[in-house]
């Protein structure tokens, strides 16, 4: 009797209960995450510390910065071309076949090609090179081609159903003049440059345009680059990854034709090199969100190119930092003593204009 009044009560307490709240789930916006970073350069000293028993190994100069460029996807520009035969450094530079590898191992998946440093070892180092990358079907290599028709293809992957639009120029090429029409790359010229920007638009949600331009060691752009990125950004450019100079140059929000604004970084510096100039130390990396027909969550983080320098050219530990993680210690062994973490904030300051800066 007591254990049927009890039942008796758990239901009627049961029954008076309030029924659960059905879960609201919300919808969540899909997104694609970007990184974007300068100039990979390796000088011969870079190549000689990279050099292994069994050929070479890249991994390690990245071994400071790895963490920070994974995304969806994270841009590099290859400065030096991948050439086959001998690796060189300056002047005419090749790099060996294991850094498409290596770049992968570290995280990049999207890689410029088009450089003044392209032909330095003349068609055949760029065919090879389109080869080698070709080899790595999760990594895209941008601005090369292997003939003319190439050249009218548009580079899009799709990602979370958001599809991105990669297009390359270049406005110079060492050893050949300017005006010379090469199948292999896009200068800033052609009736092609104007052709892609339009597919481009028409075809993904979002435009990522890759510029090779301006003056090398300039801290400023220069009037071509400020017009060009009109242009693009009237195009329909969303965002502009300017490299060349090897100098951090200004990035800011530039006005669309169509009332839209564009990300331009004009030049993003190095990311790892053995340049010797003080100019050319201080760079940056570039993130944001991509959604459908927008980007946002933009930040600038500054990084810096690190190596030890002994007398007035050794140099070894070649490294990446960002600047907040930059300490008086490595100024020091540095060797560039005007470089001091106060300066180099200050000129981030000075660069960087209505965009968050994470330092």
Same mark, same amino acid.
């Given at each position: 009797?007591?254990?049927?009044?009890?039942?008796?009560?758990?239901?009627?307490?049961?029954?008076?209960?309030?029924?659960?709240?059905?879960?609201?789930?919300?919808?969540?916006?899909?997104?694609?995450? /970007? @990184? $974007? +970073?300068?100039?990979?350069?390796?000088?011969?000293?870079?190549?000689?510390?990279?050099?292994?028993?069994?050929?070479?190994?890249?991994?390690?100069?990245?071994?400071?910065?790895?963490?920070?460029?994974? $995304?969806?996807?994270?841009?590099?520009?290859?400065?030096?071309?991948? =050439?086959?035969?001998?690796?060189?450094?300056?002047?005419?530079?090749?790099?060996?076949?294991?850094?498409?590898?290596?770049?992968?191992?570290?995280?990049?998946?999207?890689?410029?090609?088009?450089?003044?440093?392209?032909? *330095?070892?003349?068609?055949?180092?760029?065919?090879?090179?389109?080869?080698?990358?070709?080899?790595?079907?999760?990594?895209?290599?941008?601005?090369?081609?292997?003939?003319?028709?190439?050249?009218?293809?548009?580079?899009?992957?799709?990602?979370?159903?958001?599809?991105? $639009?990669? %297009?390359?120029?270049?406005?110079?090429?060492?050893?050949?003049?300017?005006?010379?029409?090469?199948?292999?790359?896009?200068?800033?010229?052609?009736?092609?440059?104007?052709?892609?920007?339009?597919?481009?638009?028409?075809?993904?949600?979002?435009?990522?345009?890759?510029?090779?331009?301006?003056?090398?060691?300039?801290?400023?752009?220069?009037?071509?680059?400020?017009?060009?990125?009109?242009?693009?950004?009237?195009?329909? $450019? *969303?965002?502009?990854?300017?490299?060349?100079?090897?100098?951090?140059?200004? !990035?800011?929000?530039?006005?669309?034709?169509?009332?839209?604004?564009?990300?331009?970084?004009?030049?993003?510096?190095?990311? !790892?090199?053995?340049?010797?100039?003080?100019?050319?130390?201080?760079?940056?990396?570039?993130?944001?969100?991509?959604?459908?027909?927008?980007?946002?969550? +933009? %930040?600038?983080?500054?990084?810096?190119?690190?190596?030890?320098?002994?007398?007035?050219?050794?140099?070894?530990?070649?490294? !990446?930092?960002?600047?907040?993680?930059?300490?008086?210690?490595? +100024?020091?062994?540095? =060797? /560039?003593?005007?470089?001091?973490?106060?300066?180099?904030?200050?000129? %981030?300051?000075?660069? @960087?204009?209505?965009?968050?800066?994470?330092?």
């Amino acid at each position: 009797m007591k254990y049927q009044l009890l039942l008796a009560v758990m239901l009627l307490l049961s029954g008076c209960s309030a029924p659960p709240k059905e879960e609201v789930k919300k919808k969540e916006t899909s997104s694609v995450s /970007f @990184v $974007a +970073v300068g100039d990979n350069l390796y000088h011969q000293c870079m190549l000689d510390e990279a050099k292994t028993s069994s050929g070479y190994d890249f991994t390690g100069y990245y071994k400071n910065i790895k963490k920070y460029i994974q $995304a969806d996807y994270s841009f590099v520009n290859q400065e030096t071309i991948l =050439g086959g035969g001998a690796p060189s450094g300056y002047p005419l530079f090749s790099a060996p076949d294991s850094v498409a590898g290596d770049l992968q191992k570290v995280g990049f998946n999207v890689v410029n090609g088009a450089t003044n440093h392209a032909y *330095d070892q003349g068609a055949s180092g760029i065919l090879h090179s389109i080869q080698v990358f070709n080899k790595y079907p999760r990594m895209t290599y941008l601005g090369l081609y292997k003939n003319e028709e190439e050249k009218q293809n548009i580079k899009i992957v799709e990602k979370n159903g958001i599809k991105i $639009a990669f %297009v390359s120029f270049n406005q110079y090429v060492n050893g050949v003049t300017y005006q010379k029409k090469l199948p292999y790359m896009i200068n800033f010229h052609e009736s092609t440059m104007m052709e892609n920007m339009k597919k481009a638009r028409e075809n993904a949600d979002i435009v990522i345009v890759s510029c090779h331009w301006g003056i090398e060691y300039d801290y400023y752009p220069n009037t071509f680059q400020k017009n060009m990125a009109k242009q693009l950004a009237d195009a329909g $450019a *969303d965002v502009i990854i300017g490299t060349h100079p090897h100098t951090l140059q200004d !990035v800011e929000y530039i006005q669309r034709a169509d009332g839209k604004r564009t990300l331009v970084a004009y030049s993003l510096g190095n990311f !790892v090199s053995g340049m010797l100039e003080e100019s050319c130390q201080l760079e940056g990396m570039l993130s944001f969100d991509i959604e459908k027909k927008k980007i946002k969550n +933009v %930040v600038f983080t500054p990084l810096v190119n690190y190596y030890t320098l002994t007398g007035k050219r050794e140099r070894h530990d070649f490294s !990446v930092y960002r600047l907040k993680d930059y300490t008086n210690k490595l +100024v020091e062994k540095h =060797g /560039f003593p005007n470089l001091t973490i106060p300066y180099m904030k200050e000129e %981030v300051k000075q660069k @960087v204009k209505n965009i968050k800066i994470d330092m």
